[in-house]
């Protein structure tokens, strides 16, 4: 699924987070979408999910405008996974990840073997079988994001729109989910502030500052010494780690002028 995003703007009274932004994924694309706190990564994701609505510009799937579609309908074409979920239900695991399915089937139809054997499939990508059975409120940070990446994964759409999924995981679990983000034949759009885990696992990086596009391209042309010193205010050398991946070392933020030690 092609994503189109076009002149793009939204904010709040008095306050415009998300400036004129454009940007095109193409079908299959994993795009990271980086940039300082504060830079309108969040609220850009969720104009680009439909849970926004822009004071101008639109945002288009296969050249439908998403305002077309029922709430619904646009379930069956995008999962959208946000930055921190929680609930006050006594679900289990695999009965909140189940509810990924609900979109596929009548309100008076339970799940049958194919939305069991789609959930098991989720609960393994994303190591979660041996806590199929744990309540909700006693998991970590970490497997509760897990857990809704899985419910989003047995939606089965076309697009997946992922808002900082790796907060609260560990490493190993953080290079598992990118690596099977990067992997899905899904349209990706993922908003990271790890900028080694984007340069990793995204086709491409989109750089935000105060709400506009700085930069958009491979990480090796958006990830640059000049950019990151203009965009996070830090000075930083780009180079190569032990695997040939990108890797940025930071050497000490931009002194202001007449800032004092």
């Not at 189109?4 to 694309?29: C, M, N, Y």
């Not at 041996?130 to 409120?137: E, M, Q, S, T």
């Not at 990067?182 to 502030?193: D, E, F, G, I, W």
Request: aromatic fraction near 4%; hydrophobic fraction near 40%.
């Amino acid at each position: 699924m092609r994503i189109d995003v076009e002149g793009l703007s939204w904010g709040v009274p008095g306050k415009t987070i998300v400036r004129d932004v454009s940007l095109a994924v193409a079908p299959g694309e994993t795009v990271g979408l980086i940039g300082p706190n504060g830079s309108g990564k969040s609220s850009l994701l969720r104009c680009i999910a439909g849970l926004r609505t822009p004071t101008a510009g639109h945002v288009r799937y296969d050249d439908v405008d998403i305002t077309r579609w029922p709430a619904r309908d646009r379930a069956h074409r995008l999962a959208f996974v946000e930055q921190t979920a929680d609930t006050e239900s006594d679900l289990r695991v695999a009965e909140v990840v189940m509810l990924g399915r609900t979109v596929h089937r009548s309100r008076w139809r339970g799940p049958d073997a194919a939305d069991h054997e789609i959930v098991g499939e989720a609960l393994t990508r994303l190591d979660l079988t041996g806590l199929a059975d744990r309540p909700w409120k006693q998991l970590s940070g970490g497997e509760r994001q897990r857990t809704h990446l899985a419910r989003a994964l047995t939606q089965r759409t076309s697009a997946l729109l992922l808002d900082e999924p790796t907060n609260h995981l560990d490493v190993r679990h953080q290079l598992e989910l990118m690596d099977l983000a990067s992997r899905t034949p899904q349209t990706v759009v993922v908003a990271l502030h790890d900028l080694a885990l984007a340069a990793r696992y995204c086709d491409r990086l989109v750089l935000l500052h105060r709400g506009g596009v700085v930069a958009d391209g491979p990480a090796a042309e958006v990830l640059t010494a000049p950019l990151l010193r203009e965009v996070f205010e830090v000075e930083a050398e780009i180079g190569r780690d032990g695997l040939g991946h990108l890797a940025v070392g930071y050497r000490e933020p931009v002194r202001q002028e007449g800032a004092t030690k």
